[in-house]
């Protein structure tokens, strides 16, 4: 066996107790969040038992979850007053209900541990873990990840990145919102754009359901929602205008889905596909600080449920390269890709081939 590298085992061996370190504080920054501990932190300089008792917790466990959050850097310790500080920078990303606050995304790789045991059975023998192992908790995780991001970038940065787009909905369009989940979105746009009719569809049922009483609850007549599989999406009537929200990269026939999007647009609508910001080919995402993330969440849901129904398993880094040939091979003819406002997702643009593309 070859000698040993010693300084590359310590490199390594230091890169993979950050990494245990990062599972264990996931699942912390999971329970400072669903117990409150995070906003009360937030709200002042506090000993642990100061800090219990603003959240209605036990000391004891408020404590050596401190002992984490110190060591972690996340919290600062005071030893002669005993008093914990969570400084303003640290509670902006852990706290409130703007998109900034990235404690959700713990809920969703917790709940995709949950699943471990299945996906090892398919390590050995293939196949995949179904969207219903997943759900209902996978339903409130998403809709806790993206309602914020909604809230925050939808209008004035996902939809206002695409040109033309806000004025055609100020104006009135047919909008569809595929794989739609809670419905968020479709009932943030159909309260913005009164003069526009949308619909939002999605497989699960609970889902829908959930979409629904928001709709009824923000009163809005021009949003509708179905149960569909979108990959018998009926051709008409068709729409001006079709998004579709981190939903295409886990579907068990994309192709297909592609497909009829394609055909259930009219020949001068619009396109919006919003997916992760990644390239089809691994060694061009080296650089990327999402990837390794992606790539996990890539392996514990987004392929696996495809995979599960014998699907393609795209998964979630299909990348830019594929996306593209394959939203050609839909039918697509102008195909354009731009950033979002956030980082880590891009913006893909499409039209239908028009009457003057030759190959039509
Ligand atoms: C990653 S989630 C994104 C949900 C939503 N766009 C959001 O941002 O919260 C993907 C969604 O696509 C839905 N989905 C997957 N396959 C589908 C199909 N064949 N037909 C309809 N919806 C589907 C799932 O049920 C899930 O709600």
Redesign the pocket.
Known sequence: MAELDGQAVEVFARRLLDVFTGSGLTKLIGLGYRTGLFEAAARGPATSTALADRAGLDERYVREWLGAMVTGGFFKYEPTEGRYTFPAEHAALLTGSGARNAAPVSGLIESFGAVLPELERCFHSGGGVP?SAFRPQFTND??DV?RRIYDEHLLTGFLAAVPGLTEQLTAGARVLD?????GH?VNLMAQAYPASRFVG????AD?IDAAEQERVAMGLPNARFGV????QLPATPPFDVITV???IH???APDV?LRRIHDALRPDGLFVMVDFKFSSHLERNLANPFAPLHYAISVMHCMTVSLAEGGAGLGTVWGEELARTMLAQAGFGSIEVIDAPRPQNCIYISRPVNDETPDK
Not at 178 to 182: D, E, R, S, W, Y
Not at 228 to 231: A, E, M, Q, S
């Open positions: 969207y998403m809709d993206w595929l794989g739609c989940g809670t979105a569809y999605d497989i699960a889902a569909l599989d979108v990959t929200f981190d939903a886990d579907q068990v889905v």
